[in-house]
């Protein structure tokens, strides 16, 4: 996609970056021109967060695409303008090709979240380059986009293999700040409550898009989050900031 890939660092120049009403440092760009931010891998084997002061922030949406469920929260991103970030399990990618390709043609990011979803720190080296290598392959197959990170499931991963996956495939392991722990289904206005009190500059939010419930937490939290004064930014776009501003 047209990510820029280059090495020049449109960022640099945010050395005094203003301050809006909710005390956080503006971008020198708008919301309009978040398909073009810098994006990166990063410099790190894996990520909770970055560190920036600057107030870009990722949602990150796991374990789909969900038929009914994904389609609905894209309808809710698209209306916003907003991008995020898709860790999808293979199996569900296969299923669901159509929307993958739609995921991709409006501007937000896949990442690789293995094939049969399961805890990688008790499976050998070969049956996780194995889940990674089939994972990755069938993101390519049906969008024609390589992801560029991945998810352990669980969150669960050594610092061996942070470090062996990031050699052979380039991936960071991106991790989150935020948990509103919706797969236990707390209710909606709790998934937003949480999303909401846990946003940060820097940040990355987890929520899974597979339970409909989830869904409906998405439009209030993101109102409340933009009017806060952050942009929503891909995992990559966000690895941009890291140590900037
Ligand atoms: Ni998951």
Redesign the pocket.
Known sequence: MGLKKGRENPLAHVESPQRNAAGLAAPSWNSAGSRNLPASVGFRDSYYKVETSLPFIALTF??GPHPLNTPRLLDILKKRNIKATF?V?ATNARAYPEIMRRIIAEGHEIGN?TVT?SNLTTMSAAGVRKELIDAHESIVATTGVAPRTM?P??GAITSAQKKWIREEFGYPSILWSVDPEDWKKPGSSVVTSRLVRGASPGGILLV?DIHAPSIDAIPSAVDQILARGYQFVTVTQLLATDGKG
């Open positions: 796991d374990d860790y399990v979240h979803h998810r499931p669980y899974h």
